[in-house]
């Protein structure tokens, strides 16, 4: 059925195939297979026995020398067989052969070749037909979810964050659509955020430019003296303040102060305290009864038991050159003495801060009325703690600025006037910071007698 006739002859292979031949890697028996002759097996050389051709073409047999001529045919091997004769590297072979020419005649080997292309054309096109139509079809749910993606994209950059992609199935088309729908989310949060932290910082700013509005916009002057005052927030908005007015012709009220904590409720308990000052002095000059009534409303109007307020209330008396004053639980005032050099002097006094008891006896026993010569040439400054504990990483291992080199700054600076005295103090500070973030609010006034 496969070939179009056998040839038998003796065969005996040079020097290189025999050594091949005699290797058996698949095949054990004394015979052997192979699909496919290598060798022509119609030769002509003398050494070889003669050739014994059977053709199922004609039922024709030849015997002897052949040639293809004289055969008339085109053969090829398609199956060889090796047998041993017994003698060394002599084979008897038989070639099963197919006559390509047959293709070309009406016969049992030809019509099965039709057959066997006609299925495979037959077969290759239903295969070819059905994977065309079934790319196809790949290519189009490709492109359409493509284009689904394509669309939230435009929405999306268009402004459209609600807008959701619909993917359904569990390939990576409905995967990235999940990522997408949540990266809306996401986005439409942080915008929602971003709008909401702007308000927030829009409000910080007003709230800030307020705070400043609510301090002296312009320090009065005083005769005979010179006076500077600087207020830093650590944040936005903070609870320091501070506040000079005149009293009538000769006095000037002064005054500072600290509330604790910091950001917006600082502020809100800072700006009652000075309109609740500039107010209440307007009945009374007399610093304890001032003191005591600013603690009287505190203790009554505070909603949060963690604030309190540290301050200093004082009268400058410019034609008795004496400052006298009230130290509410805060730092202690400074005196730069001019007689010999500069002598720094911290003014002892006794004091409890504003909102921390509601015992009015207590706090008046805890408060001090204390009154200082202003000489010519002597320098008072009074100052929150965000100078003196002024620190780099606070709460860890941080440096503190410190009391002892505020002092060493201020002697320094001493013989400066108000104005240039606090920006020497400042530049300090700020070298000490160096670019790292503040964490408290810095005020201090200076009030300089001249010569």
Known sequence: MLGSGIVAYRYKPNTIMAYLYRLRFWQAEPFRINPLGIVNPFLTRS?????????????????????????????VVVGRIFLPTG??????????????????????????????????????????????????????????????????????????????????????????????????????????EAREKERL??????????????????????????????????NEVGGDFYDVFPLGKHRFLVAIGDVSGKGMSAAFYMAQL???????????????????????????????????????LGILNVSRNTFEFVRAGHNLPILLKSTSGFVL???????????????????????????????????????TDGFTEAAKNPGGQGMIYGEEQFQERLKKCGHLPPDELIQCVKKDLEDFYQGTPRFDDETIVVLNKKR
Not at 173 to 185: I, K, P, T, V, W
Not at 202 to 217: D, G, N, W
Not at 224 to 232: K, V
Not at 354 to 373: A, H, P
């Open 201 to 234: 910082n829009q409000e910080l700013r007003i709230a800030h430019e307020v705070q400043l509005k609510m301090l002296p916009e312009k320090l009065p002057e005083i005769p005979n003296y010179l006076i500077g005052a600087d207020l830093t927030t650590a």
């Open 274 to 312: 000075i309109s609740l000052l500039r107010y209440s002095t307007t009945f009374t000059t007399d610093l304890l009864e001032l003191t005591m009534r600013l603690n009287e409303y505190l203790v009554r109007n505070i909603l949060d038991p963690n604030i309190f307020v540290t301050a200093i």
């Open 345 to 383: 002097q911290e003014i002892k006094s006794r004091g409890m801060a504003l909102g921390m008891t509601r015992n009015e006896t207590i706090f008046k026993q805890n408060l001090e009325r204390k009154k200082v010569k202003m000489n010519p040439g002597d320098t008072l400054i009074l100052y």
């Open 47 to 75: 050494s070889h026995s003669k050739l014994v051709v059977s053709s199922s073409a004609n039922g024709a047999q030849y015997a002897g020398f052949l040639s293809r001529k004289g055969f008339r045919m085109i053969p």
């Open 87 to 192: 003698k060394k590297d002599e084979y008897f072979t038989l070639d099963i052969f197919y006559n390509i020419g047959e293709l070309f005649k009406w016969n049992f080997m030809t019509q099965i070749l039709l057959v066997l292309i006609l299925f495979f054309f037959f077969l290759n096109s239903l295969l070819i037909r059905r994977m065309a139509r079934f790319g196809q079809q790949i290519n189009q749910l490709i492109v359409e979810k493509f284009a689904q993606l394509r669309k939230g994209v435009q929405a999306i950059t268009g402004g459209n964050l609600d807008y959701r992609v619909q993917i359904s199935g569990n390939d990576e088309f409905s995967e990235f659509a999940a990522h997408f729908n949540r990266m809306s989310d996401e986005l439409k949060r942080f915008m929602k």
